[in-house]
Nanobody, 115 residues
Framework: EVQLVESGGGLVQTGGSLKLSCVGSGFTFRSAYMNWIRQRSGKGPEWVSG???????LYTPSVKGRFTISRDNAKNTLYLQMNSLKPEDTGVYYCVKGIWNTGVRGQGTQVTVSS
């Protein structure tokens, strides 16, 4: 069974930083395309970033230059380093295996950026 467990969320002021982690199990992590998505209150899921098995990364324009996605295959762990956080980054962040809007995702971790 595929399982994903996110952690690292919290409350931070505008301009602050957080690093999210996602530990995967039940599949071959190193071979999987992994994503971070977020869901802001009252809105649908939004794709944030993705990383391929060969470490090719992609970002939605609103986070490019501020967020960095990475993976440690030895630890089956996906990361999202978030810098220069803005109030509009507030939401629940999920890691997703495979296709971002249909793949298995974890329970999420709440990120709140205060102004």
């Amino acid at each position: 069974e595929v399982q994903l467990v996110e952690s690292g969320g919290g409350l931070v002021q505008t301009g602050g930083s957080l690093k999210l982690s996602c530990v995967g199990s039940g599949f071959t992590f190193r071979s999987a395309y992994m994503n971070w998505i977020r869901q802001r209150s009252g809105k649908g899921p939004e794709w944030v970033s993705g990383i391929s098995p060969d470490d090719t990364t992609l970002y939605t324009p609103s986070v490019k230059g501020r967020f960095t996605i990475s993976r440690d295959n030895a630890k089956n762990t996906l990361y999202l380093q978030m810098n220069s956080l803005k109030p509009e980054d507030t939401g629940v962040y999920y890691c997703v295996k495979g296709i971002w809007n249909t793949g298995v995702r974890g329970q999420g971790t709440q990120v709140t950026v205060s102004s």
